[in-house]
């Protein structure tokens, strides 16, 4: 299920002075996307379209590069974003398990955002906490060592 896009004026405003600073420079697409995702936490369609009409390029180009870069979301982050680590050290400690618990419980694939905003998944790459795998993060919190079994206990933690 889609979330809706709740933009505010003032972001919007923020993205017009942002377009309009770098409106004609070569290359201003990918700082636009940036600074638009640190302005509304993603990059919905509505975002795009803004982007792309600010900025005199195509929605199929702005949508090209939201889509090729893994730095650019297309959906929301939660409130609390976890992210578990998929790197060789955590994956072979059992993070694959991990991560199906969390989709299990959070009822949601990774990408997502739970329906009341709360937590979003991710698969992440080496967060280099190897000594201790397997890792999760729930925003800025680290937590490692981590059993299946810990999993629900510690995602109530954050409900």
Same mark, same amino acid.
């Given at each position: ?49 803004? @982007?792309? $009409?600010? +900025?005199?390029?195509? &929605?199929?180009?702005?949508? =090209?590069?939201? %889509?090729?870069?893994?730095? !650019? *979301? #297309? ?22 398990? @991990?991560? $199906?618990? +969390?989709?299990?419980? &959070?009822?949601?694939?990774? =990408?997502?955002? %739970?329906?009341?905003?709360? !937590? *979003? #998944? ?38």
């Amino acid at each position: 299920m889609a979330i809706p896009f709740k933009g505010t004026k003032e972001q919007e405003e923020q993205l017009k002075a942002v377009i309009a600073a770098h409106k004609g420079e070569k290359g201003a697409t990918i700082p636009v996307l940036h600074e638009a995702q640190d302005i509304y936490g993603y990059l919905p369609i509505e975002v795009q379209k803004m @982007i792309a $009409e600010g +900025l005199g390029v195509s &929605l199929a180009e702005v949508y =090209g590069i939201v %889509t090729f870069y893994t730095q !650019f *979301s #297309l959906n929301p982050k939660g409130e609390h974003p976890i992210g578990v680590c998929l790197g060789t050290a955590c994956y072979v400690k059992g993070s694959g398990d @991990i991560l $199906e618990k +969390l989709k299990s419980i &959070l009822k949601i694939d990774v =990408g997502e955002c %739970t329906d009341d905003g709360k !937590f *979003s #998944l991710d698969a992440t790459r080496c967060i280099g906490a190897c000594g201790l795998a397997p890792v999760m993060t729930i925003g800025d919190d680290v937590h490692g060592r981590l059993t299946v079994d810990q999993v629900d206990g510690i995602v109530k933690q954050y409900s």
